[in-house]
T-cell receptor
Framework: EAEVAQSPRYKITEKSQAVAFWCDPI?????LYWYRQILGQGPELLVQ????????DSQLPKDRFSAERLKGVDSTLKIQPAELGDSAMYLC??????????????FGEGSRLTVL | TQLLEQSPQFLSIQEGENLTVYCNSS?????LQWYRQEPGEGPVLLVT?????EVKKLKRLTFQFGDARKDSSLHITAAQPGDTGLYLC??????????FGAGTQVVVTP
């Protein structure tokens, strides 16, 4: 069964260090999302890609966060420098469709980040 | 800030009881989805509703989308321990952007 792959599963880093997360969506899925989920809250959209283009990054803290999906397949989310408040679960999701017909989101298991 | 308000935040019930979870917003959504998330895992889609007033049933789960497409409810009949999890509603706009509520943590004890 096809799955969204994420790595690393867990990451512990010190503040001011750089950290990167990788996501490989389900093959053929056009839309890729990065969400941040703080414990006890719902996922918050950071960035949405359609193919290789950014559709929405309005909630991405661009002074320290960056995301890319160069060939419209896998994606990397980077944080530099990490801050204590960045501790959270970073979820990647993909969906088959585009625009308002994106349909079901398939989530990966997430990357749990702890910043010390 | 969550545009979707979910209530209650936490619900603990005994096996066999019924429960209802609510999802409310001041915004109109093109679609509304319900997900369940278990600890350490990503959310998994339960249902998508797109038409105002729509009711969908999935075994013991009943989902309703409000007539104005601003609110939704999830009702579970005869809850089982396997229903334990974080229930998230998510509203979709015309661009395919999906925004999540804060979730309702449901615990069903045997």
């Amino acid at each position: 069964e096809a799955e969204v792959a994420q790595s690393p599963r867990y990451k512990i880093t010190e503040k001011s260090q750089a950290v990167a997360f990788w996501c490989d969506p389900i093959s053929g899925h056009a839309t890729l999302y990065w969400y941040r989920q703080i414990l006890g809250q719902g996922p918050e959209l950071l960035v949405q890609f359609q193919d290789e283009s950014v559709v929405d990054d309005s909630q991405l803290p661009k002074d320290r966060f960056s995301a890319e999906r160069l060939k419209g397949v896998d994606s990397t989310l980077k944080i530099q420098p990490a801050e204590l408040g960045d501790s959270a679960m970073y979820l990647c999701a993909s969906s088959r469709g585009r625009g308002p017909l994106t349909g079901e989101l398939f989530f990966g298991e997430g990357s749990r980040l702890t910043v010390l | 800030t969550q545009l979707l308000e979910q209530s209650p935040q936490f619900l603990s019930i005994q096996e066999g009881e019924n429960l209802t979870v609510y999802c409310n917003s001041s915004s109109v959504f093109s679609s509304l989805q319900w997900y369940r998330q278990e600890p350490g895992e990503g959310p998994v889609l339960l249902v998508t509703v797109v038409t105002g007033g729509e009711v969908k049933k999935l075994k013991r789960l009943t989902f309703q989308f409000g007539d104005a497409r601003k609110d939704s409810s999830l009702h579970i009949t005869a809850a089982q321990p396997g229903d334990t999890g974080l229930y998230l509603c998510a509203g979709g706009d015309s661009w395919g952007k999906l925004q999540f509520g804060a979730g309702t943590q449901v615990v069903v004890t045997p």
